[in-house]
Structures are given as structure tokens and as C-alpha cells.
């Protein structure tokens, strides 16, 4: 179809003729390496197509060619999978009950904190025809194709791996990867165009001892896919998958009067603590050695506190949780939500409350997810 002007309406029909040989000749130019060039114009006797060999008024350009990629590549975020998959794992399976920092409990520390990070996939056009094949385009054309991903997996004895499930269980691993050295990308095992062209997803696999790397942005590299029988080889353009947050909140409380020895003697200091974050979340809370800075044994204070919620934690329950000393005691009051505020109220033996300090939520920033 051609809109022309100056006597040519829009959408006018025009025929080409060619012979085999010529079209033969256009298929031979087409091929790797070749040029295709050409001149377009029209005769003055309309329907007279014939023995034309000059053009009265050659048109200023046309669209002889329209190129379409045969084979493309696809990575988008867990979560344009399933909506939920990403805040359900992360909420279930990266714990922070430990100042958010090293897991030192018995159960955290026999567990395996596993991520999605993202899927990807190779996809074949099979509109196209395969000029070696003269046949659709298909999976079977493209030879073995190789994924990569960029990030941080500088974790210690942490693996990175492709999988067919969003579960990324070891019996879907689909691709082994292979972490660089200086911990900032991966490179996975070669796929075959079937496993390829399916869904592959990146996970992460970190010890439950291991603190998880957070405020990264996750990565899936170009894929490089390696001659077939008619193919050549090719590289992809691949794209951001996952930024790796924090669901994980810290507040520290610096002072706080324990009901053991003569410093609590008739005083209770309260803790109202509000999840002013995105997700539910137990609460847990450890002490500060006084002497050593260390963080003392980590103990649940209060369960499944709703985003919005709040609690109030009493000085008999924090203390006896803790196994606080007698003296003053500063604490560290952790969540896995985005976000903490806690506000330490002080009681005297005459019944009149001391805000010990404002409502303390400004130093949320957290060691681990």
C-alpha cells in the first residue's frame, strides 16, 4: 500500500511484476552480508505495466524493508508473577529475631532463608520463517542458551541457582550458577532451548546464619544464545528484577528500669510498641551487655502485632523474658515489618507516668531482612 500525493490517493494499490529469477535475486541479497537496493516510480498510462524501464517521477523515499526480531528475552520481577509470592516469603522465611544482625538461636540457624528474585525466559517468534529451513521459527532452531544476573551474592557458602518453580525448590533447579568472585554477578549452567524457553527463576539460597544483603537491585543479564543447526549465535538484552529491601525494623531503647534490685524498687517502665510498618510481625527484643555492648539472648515479647497495631509490654514480662540484670538496661526492640516505633513510659510508686524519651522509631534502618 502507498499513501502518495500529487495525484496518488492514500492506500493506492501497486503491483510489482517480477519474474522467479528477479525474486531469486532478492533472496540472494537478503541473505548474511548481502544488500537489497531498488527504484521506485510509476508510469504515466495507468495499468500499463509493461517493458517499464524509466519512471517519470521517482518517489523521494520508501519502506522496502521491516526487520522483526526472531528471538527475544524476557525478565521481569517476582511479583509481576504472583502478586503475593515476594512479602509471603519474605514474611515467613527471613526472620530478624536476632538484633538483625547473626542468627544465633537453634531453629534460625538450622534453616535456610531462600529467595526469589525474579524470572526470565527466552521467546522465539514463530511467525518468522528460518531462512536456512524455509520453515516457521522454533525452539529447535536456537542452540543452548546461557543466563547471567547481577547483584549481590557475596554472601558466605550462599548459592545462586535458576529453577521451573516460583518455590525455587531443589528439585526445579533448571540451572546451577556459578558466582564471580568479587560476589557481584552469576553465571549459570547452559540450558537447552526447551528449558530456556520456559520460565526461569532466579533464587537465592542463604544459611540461616548468614546476614541477607539488602537495598540491592537484582539483575537478569543478557542471555547469550549459541548457534543452531541454521541459527547463528546471539546476545539478548535482559533487565531489573528484584530490589532486595529491608522487611526488617529495629528501635533502640536506651534506658529502662528492670524490676530486679534496688534502681526498680517500686518504679515499672512500660514499653508501647507500634507497628507502624507494612506487615504483621512477632516482636522480639535483647539486651545490651552494659560492659561488652553485646547483645544478650533474643526472646519473643509479643505475637503477630498487625500493621497499625500496638502493644503495651509490661516491666514484669520484658524482664523476665530477657533475663534482665538489676540496674539500668538498654534494649533493642526488632520486628520484620518496614518499620518500628516504640515509647518507653516510666511509672512511679505514686502512679505518675515519665515519658523516658519520645517515641523512638527514628533509627528503623536494619541490619538484615
Do not use: H
Amino acid at each position: 500500500n502507498l499513501a502518495g500525493s500529487g495525484g496518488f490517493p492514500a492506500n493506492t494499490v501497486v503491483n510489482i511484476l517480477g519474474t522467479t529469477a528477479k525474486l531469486t535475486a532478492l533472496d540472494t541479497a537478503s541473505s548474511v552480508g548481502g544488500t537489497v537496493s531498488t527504484t521506485v516510480g510509476y508510469t504515466t498510462t495507468a495499468g500499463d505495466f509493461s517493458g517499464v524501464t524509466t519512471f517519470v517521477e521517482p518517489l523521494v523515499s520508501a519502506t522496502l524493508l521491516t526487520a522483526k526480531k526472531a528471538v527475544s528475552q524476557v525478565a521481569y520481577n517476582s511479583n509481576a508473577v504472583k502478586a503475593t509470592y515476594i512479602v509471603t516469603a519474605e514474611a515467613q522465611q527471613v526472620a530478624v529475631g536476632t538484633s538483625l544482625k547473626t542468627f544465633v538461636g537453634t531453629t534460625p540457624t538450622a534453616g535456610t532463608t531462600l529467595i526469589n528474585l525474579g524470572v526470565t525466559k527466552v521467546k522465539v517468534d514463530t511467525t518468522l520463517i528460518n531462512a536456512g529451513t524455509g520453515l516457521a521459527m522454533a525452539n529447535g532452531d536456537l542452540g543452548t542458551t546461557v543466563f547471567s544476573a547481577t547483584g549481590d551474592f557475596s554472601v558466605a557458602t550462599a548459592t545462586a541457582y535458576l529453577a521451573s518453580l516460583e518455590t525455587c525448590a531443589i528439585g526445579s533447579i533448571t540451572a546451577v550458577g556459578t558466582i564471580a568472585t568479587d560476589g557481584k554477578s552469576v553465571k549459570f549452567a547452559s540450558e537447552a532451548t526447551g528449558v530456556a524457553t520456559a520460565n526461569n527463576y532466579l533464587c537465592y539460597s542463604i544459611p540461616g546464619t548468614k546476614t541477607v544483603p539488602y537495598n540491592v537491585q537484582y539483575a537478569i543479564g543478557g542471555a547469550v544464545i549459541g548457534a543452531g543447526a541454521t541459527t547463528g549465535t546471539s546476545t539478548q538484552t535482559g533487565a531489573n528484577v528484584y530490589l532486595l529491601t529491608s522487611n526488617g525494623a529495629s528501635v533502640v531503647v536506651p534506658s529502662f528500669v528492670p524490676t530486679t534490685g534496688a534502681v526498680g524498687t517500686g518504679y515499672n517502665t512500660y514499653l508501647r510498641v507500634i507497628n507502624t510498618g507494612n506487615l504483621t510481625t512477632d516482636i522480639s527484643g535483647a539486651a545490651y551487655n552494659s560492659t561488652t555492648g553485646a547483645t544478650g539472648t533474643v526472646a519473643k515479647l509479643a505475637t503477630a502485632l498487625p500493621a497499625g497495631g500496638s502493644v503495651v509490654l509490661a516491666t514484669d514480662a520484658v524482664t523476665s523474658a530477657l533475663g534482665l540484670p538489676a540496674g539500668w538496661s538498654a534494649l533493642l526492640i526488632t520486628g520484620s515489618t518496614s518499620k518500628l516505633a516504640v515509647q518507653p513510659l516510666l511509672v512511679n510508686p505514686q502512679g505518675v507516668i515519665t515519658n523516658i524519651g519520645s517515641v523512638n522509631g527514628a533509627n528503623n534502618s536494619a541490619a538484615s531482612n
